[in-house]
């Protein structure tokens, strides 16, 4: 997965050591998308948390996370498993990334 920005200032990376997609801000970490990749690339990548830390609640942090690692997985064709519940509801109400849930 690879690093970026997004116009909301919101700086990406993964992390693979902590199995983690983080947002920093301004180079603080403001929250994070957990994965379960135990599987290889050869399973559905499982989204299994997503926190974004109390400082940086309400300024669209999750939903930046959830468009990045979703747009992120659809890039590399990779197919996911919502186990967390934000990233399921996100997907409900973005019905346009519902093709990349796994059956």
Same mark, same amino acid.
């Given at each position: 997965?690879?690093?970026?920005?997004?116009?909301?200032?919101?700086?990406?990376?993964?992390?693979?050591?902590?199995?983690?997609?983080?947002?920093?801000?301004?180079?603080?970490? +403001?929250?994070?998308?957990?994965?379960?990749?135990? %599987?290889?690339?050869?399973?559905?990548?499982?989204?299994? /948390?997503?926190?974004?830390?109390?400082?940086?609640? %309400?300024?669209?942090? +999750?939903?930046?996370?959830?468009? /990045?690692?979703?747009? %992120?997985?659809?890039?590399?064709?990779?197919?996911?498993?919502?186990?967390?519940?934000?990233?399921?509801?996100?997907?409900?109400? /973005?019905?346009?990334? +519902?093709?990349?849930?796994?059956?």
């Amino acid at each position: 997965m690879t690093d970026q920005r997004n116009t909301l200032g919101i700086d990406f990376a993964d992390n693979p050591a902590e199995q983690r997609i983080e947002a920093r801000i301004d180079g603080q970490l +403001a929250g994070f998308v957990a994965y379960d990749d135990s %599987g290889g690339r050869k399973q559905p990548l499982r989204l299994v /948390h997503t926190e974004v830390l109390p400082a940086f609640e %309400g300024r669209g942090v +999750a939903g930046a996370l959830a468009r /990045h690692v979703l747009d %992120g997985a659809r890039s590399r064709g990779e197919r996911v498993v919502p186990a967390c519940s934000y990233i399921a509801t996100w997907i409900e109400r /973005h019905p346009d990334y +519902a093709g990349l849930v796994a059956g």
